[in-house]
């Protein structure tokens, strides 16, 4: 094996594992999932059959991944996240195989204790704060929060705020790396 899966840790057959990546303490990888290379996969995390996760994707304790989920490369997944797969649940009623699809493009990030509603996209590089809840597409490099989730600006690759001049020009302080906005679509230049 050329990734680290921790002894009370379950890993079904049929799963696919990249080279790197570390599965910690009581987590469940269901069959059927592929996890890329150099993945962390925290504590106490259920990753249910089908699911797809890139390279270098980070899930803190406490998250499960349900069918329909699939994350690009350098996502992060926050502490007790939630993510949902059938819009209308009931006990009495069977479900199965009418998930919806989410997918969370490259290097986004979601909070701690937020929810994404499925059915939803999270764009490359947006934002979003802790227990907020997503219940619409988020637009790359957007930043947003509350419940249900708004828009309150936008977010570097490096996680910072991006402030846009008249011409629709913004700097990221850490890399500085520059930012056009046009008809609210940022792109990095």
Not at 32 to 49: A, D
Not at 124 to 140: C, E, H, P, R
């Amino acid at each position: 094996m050329d990734y680290f899966v921790h002894e009370t840790a379950v890993v079904d057959d049929g799963c696919q594992i990249g080279k790197g990546t570390k599965v910690w303490h009581f987590s469940h990888i269901m069959p059927n999932c592929e996890i890329g290379e150099s993945c962390n996969i925290g504590q106490n995390v259920v990753i249910s059959p089908k699911v797809k996760l890139g390279r270098n994707v980070k899930v803190q304790n406490n998250v499960s991944i349900y069918t329909g989920v699939e994350c690009e490369d350098d996502v992060f997944l926050g502490p007790s996240m939630v993510f949902t797969n059938v819009i209308n649940p009931r006990s009495a009623v069977n479900r199965r195989g009418d998930y919806a699809k989410t997918v969370v493009r490259r290097g986004a990030s979601i909070g701690a204790n937020a929810t994404i509603v499925c059915g939803h996209d999270i764009g490359a590089f947006a934002f979003i704060g802790a227990g907020a809840v997503v219940t619409k597409n988020i637009l790359s490099y957007a930043l947003v929060v509350g419940n249900p989730a708004k828009q309150i600006g936008w977010i570097s690759e490096y996680g910072h705020r991006l402030n846009f001049d008249e011409d629709g020009y913004a700097q990221c302080p850490e890399s500085k790396e520059n930012y056009k906005i046009v008809d609210n679509k940022v792109s990095k230049l």
